[in-house]
C-alpha cells in the first residue's frame, strides 16, 4: 500500500508562505502521497499553485450540511469547489475545542463523501484513558459512530497526548492500535477495509518517521507541526517504505 503523508497546517500559514511551500514540496519523492491541508482561506491560493502536479489538498473541516444558515461554517460542497479532495474529521483539537461528537463527525463524513470528498477521520485515546487500559476500548468506540457506513476514506490514529508534545508511543503500542483499527475495519466493511490507510499522527518529526512509518498496518503519517516547514515534510515522505 502507497503511503500517505499528510500535512495539516492547522491554524497556521499565510499567502505570502504559499508559493515557497508549494514550490518546494513539489520535489516529494514519488514513491508517497502528499496531501496538504492548509486554512480554508489559504485553498484557493494551494489549489492554483499545485496546479499540475500530484500533490494532493484537503481542507480540516467542514460542514455536515451542504449550504444553509451556519455562520463562519464551511461546506464539504465549497471545498470541493476551491480544490480540496480530502477533508480532516474529527480531529482531537476540533472534539475538544468545538464540542464535535462522534456523531457530528459521522455526519460531517457522510456530507464530505457525498460532496466526493475523501474524509480523514482522527480517534485517539488522551493519556488518561491510555493509563487507565482503555485506549484500545476508547478508539474502537471512535470508529464505531465516526465512520458512515459506506465509508470510504482515511482513518488517522492520533494518541491526544501525542499531539505537538514532541511524545510518541512505543512502537508495540502503534502496531497494537493499529492492528485493532485494522480489524475493526474489515469487521465493518469486509474485504474493502483491508484497503485503507491507516495513518499515526502526533509528534511525527524526520528523526522518527522512519521508525513510525516502518510499523505494520501504518499506511503514512498525519503531520502537525513538522509539516510548516517543507524541509521536514520532504524529510518525513523520504523516510516512508516503498510498500
Ligand atoms: P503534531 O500534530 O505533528 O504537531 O503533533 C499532529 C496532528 O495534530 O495532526
Redesign the pocket.
Known amino acids: 500500500m502507497r503511503q500517505i503523508i499528510a500535512g ?1 497546517w ?1 491554524m497556521y500559514g499565510r499567502l505570502a508562505d504559499v508559493a515557497a511551500y508549494t514550490g518546494a514540496i513539489k520535489a516529494a519523492p514519488a514513491h508517497v502521497s502528499l496531501l496538504i491541508c492548509p486554512p480554508f482561506i489559504l485553498l484557493d491560493r494551494f489549489a492554483t499553485a499545485l496546479k499540475g502536479s500530484s500533490i494532493a489538498l484537503g481542507a480540516q473541516d467542514c460542514h455536515a450540511t451542504p449550504d444553509g444558515a451556519h455562520t463562519g461554517d464551511i461546506a464539504a460542497p465549497m471545498l470541493a469547489e476551491a480544490g480540496a479532495t480530502h477533508v480532516i474529521l474529527g ?1 482531537s ?1 476540533r472534539r475538544e475545542n468545538h464540542g464535535e461528537t462522534n456523531a457530528v463527525v459521522k455526519a460531517k463524513a457522510e456530507a464530505a463523501q457525498t460532496a466526493g470528498l475523501i474524509p480523514i477521520i482522527c480517534v485517539g485515546e488522551a493519556e488518561a484513558e491510555r493509563n487507565a487500559g482503555e485506549a484500545g476500548h476508547v478508539v474502537r468506540t471512535q470508529l464505531a459512530h465516526s465512520l458512515p457506513e459506506n465509508f470510504t476514506g482515511i482513518v488517522a490514529y ?1 494518541p491526544v497526548w ?4 514532541g511524545r510518541t508511543p512505543a512502537e508495540a503500542d502503534v502496531t497494537a492500535m493499529h492492528a485493532e483499527i485494522r480489524a475493526a475495519l474489515i469487521a465493518r466493511l469486509g474485504a474493502d477495509g483491508q484497503s485503507i490507510n491507516i495513518l499515526y ?4 518529526k524526520p528523526d522518527n518517521a522512519a521508525r513510525l512509518l516502518a510499523l505494520p498496518e501504518v499506511g503514512g503519517a ?5 509539516s510548516l516547514k517543507a524541509e521536514d515534510l520532504l524529510a518525513i515522505a523520504a523516510a516512508a517504505p516503498r510498500r
Open positions: 495539516n492547522k480531529h483539537e492520533e501525542a499531539i505537538g508534545t499522527g502526533g509528534s511525527v498525519l503531520v502537525g507541526g513538522a
